[in-house]
């Protein structure tokens, strides 16, 4: 005899214990063994007609054993042993004896059914029998997550009918009494069978008639209860509910595979559209700052120069606007786009892709190589307006001093041709001829004078044309003007001293004191005029060292005023000594004195306007002297300022350096702890605010040096990009270490152990490691190298031959020596799945099976296929498989 009561073997124990208790008690129950007999007899019925025949009564037609070995061969797919054919008792007990044996072989143990109770018809023991074939062949093997058998049918028939209102399926019994349930997972797989919301809670019969007519008809389910068996007893039978249940679960489990196989082809494609999505924004990104940089450089490698210190300052605003206004965000772009394609490789990589290769010259590296050009002829833009406004200040200042010098000089030239060509002589007496004479002997002592101010002015010009002035023209002419002029009353000066010379023998009557006081006056009116020049002279310093000198200057001149007015005041003598002689003796003045037209009364006004022009020049110095303390004291706020966040910008470096190697706690941990770490740098962006802000004090007061401080504003702009950059390049680094974890599977600890096996084997903490070094650290692991799976690991972990291995390097490594993820073997199953094993698929099935979007994806991207058994619309599944993981291009 075979024990029913017994466990199932081990593979079913955990999930099946329950169902093989047989309470015989619960047969005394008339409507469940109704129940029973009714479900099961349409359970075999649904089995055997497949081979043609069927059975009426359920314990009357087992009885020889020869449709129970039926019923076990259609199920279980395999021949059992030849029946006996005789009619005898013993040839029926043998049929059923293989029978139970055949079933015993399958992993259950049976307790207290024997074949005598089968054939002698023992409605207990039969049913019994039959629950145990239907629990191991229809049952047993189904699996739903990490649960089996009643507890994974029971898990599938509620996820199915989560969706559905009034429905709540928790047990085998009691939760299909109305229905509802029924209908729920029919409407979930074939919603068109099914118009679920004209179903009404309070007409269970209703709704269980139209559940099992419609199973039966579209289904090729059986009917196997009465709707009235349900509704009129209290409580439902388990076994006949779980069998009827079965038959819905294995209709449907064809539709269930599908939809894994659709999941799978969907979470594929998804991560194919989003990397789609990441390429297309970095070319799109990568092409617009490309193309700024390409606009930009011809407008800061453009050397046009400017006519006057405004223009160019108008230059340097509009450089100092781009610096400030139009620059900042193409920096943020340009590590936004470095983020960008590190996380798109690291998405690619982990989901098993061929790395991303930008469009020909969109490279990180090309964009690195021309925002290295941008920078350069940014910096060669600063430096030349910088020069420029130097030059046109030192040509505005050369021009207007040389225009003043030529203006003083034509003035002091007007009529000197008319009165060297005059024969005024001719008609003079002897005295007067002398006076002309002395005059003239006069005139060249000015003439001599005015020697130094032509050469300064032809200096001037020579300069202004050196530096190439705009009006240098104009300059030229009249500079060529004066010496022109200069040069013919050189010649009349000689003519006319000679004609005087020659009538000077036969003239005897000189006026000595008029001649003493012509030698005298002359040079000191020169003098006079030359004091009058320098105290409005015009000065450029640009240090508190020059005006400090100009003032020394000025005072060394002021201590000589005193000299200088002992001269005027003995040149007034002379002309006091000339009207008392003449006052004396009788002589009647013929008026102005013969040998020079200097009158006391002109060099007194000469003195007075020297004179006043002194505490001007006094006070123009003071302010100057007060605006280089004002700039020294601007250079020292700058060097205070610069000095702070010079120190602050390296410290920061030197600790992000430390932070990346010495990163404690969880990943998320230490992302937080970085952005957190990033705030706190942003938040010191209004010291780096308040340094541009000296920086542009510092260009509009025109102080082009600084002696307090080796930064400067370019120094410190880079180190700042360099800093902001850094800790952005590190967080991602944390977020793309996350994205490994998470995508592989890695765990806390194992990313603890990576972490502190590269920082014990990066012995110069540099974030990476020689080959030597990761060679050491790949023995340490376990893994026994020779040169050849060495040189493969590095082409992995160093696939550009820098020589240098980064952690992220080598957790990718370790990720996919450890882990596994889709292949192109796996989607290909897929999607031979969707297409029912054929070695194509058609837009139909594809757009049945998968979500809008991602099927008008595949379909536009398959190929025709092109194979012998190809039908009109076939799409080539397999290739298109292979492109997503690189095989081929799509």
């Known amino acids: 005899m075979v024990d029913y009561h017994a466990s199932n073997n081990q593979s079913s124990t955990g999930h099946m214990e329950q169902e093989n208790d047989w309470d015989r008690d619960l047969l005394l129950d008339p409507a469940w ?109 189904i699996s739903v997550e990490e649960t089996s058998a009643k507890e994974g049918l029971l898990l599938w028939c509620q996820r199915k009918t989560a969706p559905y209102k009034n429905v709540n399926v928790q047990n085998f019994h009691m939760s299909w009494k109305d229905g509802l349930a029924f209908n729920a997972l029919i409407h979930r797989h074939r919603p068109d069978l099914i118009d679920y919301d004209s179903l009404r809670k309070d007409d269970p019969v209703t709704n269980l008639n139209n559940a099992f007519e419609v199973a039966e008809k579209h289904l090729d389910i059986p009917k196997m209860l009465d709707a009235e068996d349900i509704v009129n007893t209290g409580r439902p039978d388990e076994k006949a509910i779980m069998t009827y249940v079965s038959s819905f679960y294995h209709a449907f489990s064809g539709a269930q595979k599908a939809e894994t196989a659709a999941n799978r082809i969907c979470k594929v494609l998804a991560v194919n559209q989003e990397n789609e999505q990441m390429m297309e924004d970095y070319e799109k990104l990568a092409s617009e700052l490309l193309e700024w940089i390409r606009r930009t450089i011809p407008w800061l490698e453009n050397r046009t120069q400017e006519k006057t210190v405004n223009d160019m300052q108008a230059k340097q605003e509009d450089f100092r606007d781009y610096r400030c206004v139009h620059k900042p965000p193409k920096v943020q772009e340009k590590c936004q786009l470095e983020i960008s394609f590190n996380t798109l490789q690291t998405k690619l990589r982990l989901s098993n892709r061929p790395a991303f290769m930008p469009s020909e010259g969109r490279m990180v590296s090309d964009i690195n190589g021309a925002w290295h050009t941008l920078e350069g002829a940014e910096k060669g833009y600063e430096e030349w307006i910088l020069s420029e406004i130097r030059r046109l200040e030192r040509l505005e200042h050369l021009a207007e001093k040389f225009h003043q010098k030529a203006a003083i000089h034509e003035s002091w030239t007007d009529g000197k041709e008319a009165m060297l060509t005059q024969k005024d002589y001719e008609t003079s007496t002897l005295s007067e001829v002398k006076a002309l004479l002395r005059k003239h002997e006069a005139f060249e002592s000015d003439l001599a004078a005015h020697q130094d101010r032509v050469e300064q002015i032809a200096a001037i010009a020579q300069e202004l044309n050196e530096l190439d002035y705009y009006d240098s023209a104009s300059v030229n002419a009249r500079c060529q003007k004066i010496c022109d002029q200069w040069d013919t009353l050189g010649a009349f000066t000689h003519g006319r001293k000679e004609s005087l010379e020659r009538t000077e023998k036969q003239l005897e009557s000189i006026d000595e004191l008029y001649l003493e006081y012509a030698k005298r006056a002359a040079p000191f009116n020169n003098w006079m005029e030359g004091a009058m020049e320098d105290l409005q002279d015009m000065f450029i310093v640009h240090n508190i060292e020059e005006i400090q000198g100009l003032i020394t200057a000025h005072e060394q001149f002021k201590s000589t005023l005193a000299e200088a007015n002992k001269e005027r005041e003995a040149i007034q003598a ?218 493969r690991i590095m082409s992995i972990v160093d696939p550009n031959g820098s020589g240098a291995v980064t952690f992220q390097a080598f957790i990718d490594f370790m990720s996919r020596e450890t882990t596994d993820t889709d292949t192109a073997d796996q989607v290909i199953a897929s999607f031979k799945i969707l297409a029912a094993d054929k070695t194509f698929i058609t837009a139909e099935e594809l757009r049945r099976e998968l979500p809008p979007d991602q099927a008008e994806y595949c379909i536009a991207r398959m190929a025709p296929y092109v194979g012998a058994d190809a039908v009109p619309g076939a799409l080539d599944y397999m290739s298109f498989s292979t492109a997503l993981y690189g095989e081929s291009d799509l």
């Open 574 to 791: 002379i002309q006091a000594e000339v009207q008392k002689i003449a006052q004396s003796n009788g002589i009647k003045l013929s008026g102005a004195n013969p040998y020079t037209t200097i009158t006391p009364k002109s060099i007194d006004s000469k003195w007075e306007k020297a004179m006043d022009m002194v505490p001007l020049r006094d006070t123009a110095l003071q302010g100057e002297l007060n605006k280089q303390n004002s700039n020294d004291s601007l250079r020292a706020k700058f060097a205070t300022q610069a000095n702070t966040v010079g120190a602050y910008i390296k410290a920061k470096m030197e600790e992000i350096g430390r932070i990346s190697i010495e990163m404690n706690g969880t990943l998320e941990d230490q992302l937080t702890s970085l952005k957190e770490y990033q705030k706190t740098i942003m938040s010191y962006m209004p010291e780096i605010n308040t340094l541009e802000g000296y920086h542009q004090l510092i260009q509009e007061a025109l102080i082009f040096d600084n002696q307090y401080t080796s930064y400067t504003m370019e120094h410190l702009r880079v180190g700042w990009e360099q800093l902001l950059t850094t800790i952005a390049r590190t967080i991602n680094e944390v977020e793309n270490q996350i994205l490994t974890r998470d995508a592989k599977g890695i765990s806390q600890e194992q990313l603890y152990e990576y972490r502190a096996s590269f920082n014990h084997f990066d012995k110069k903490r540099s974030g990476q490691m020689v080959s030597e070094d990761f060679r050491a650290l790949l023995i340490s692991t376990g893994n026994s190298l020779g040169e050849s799976e060495f040189a």
């Open 33 to 141: 063994e109704k129940q029973q007999r009714k479900t099961f007899t349409a359970w075999c019925n649904s089995h055997l007609r497949k081979s043609g025949t069927q059975i009426e009564n359920i314990e009357e037609d087992f009885r020889d054993g020869l449709k129970l070995m039926l019923l076990l061969e259609v199920i279980a797919g395999e021949r059992l042993p030849k029946p006996e054919r005789g009619k005898m008792r013993v040839h029926k007990i043998n049929n059923v004896n293989k029978a139970l044996d055949f079933i015993a072989s399958k992993g259950v143990k049976l307790v207290s059914i024997g074949a005598e109770e089968i054939v002698d018809g023992n409605a207990k023991m039969t049913l019994g029998m039959i629950w145990t074939i239907i629990l191991r062949f229809a049952i047993q093997d």
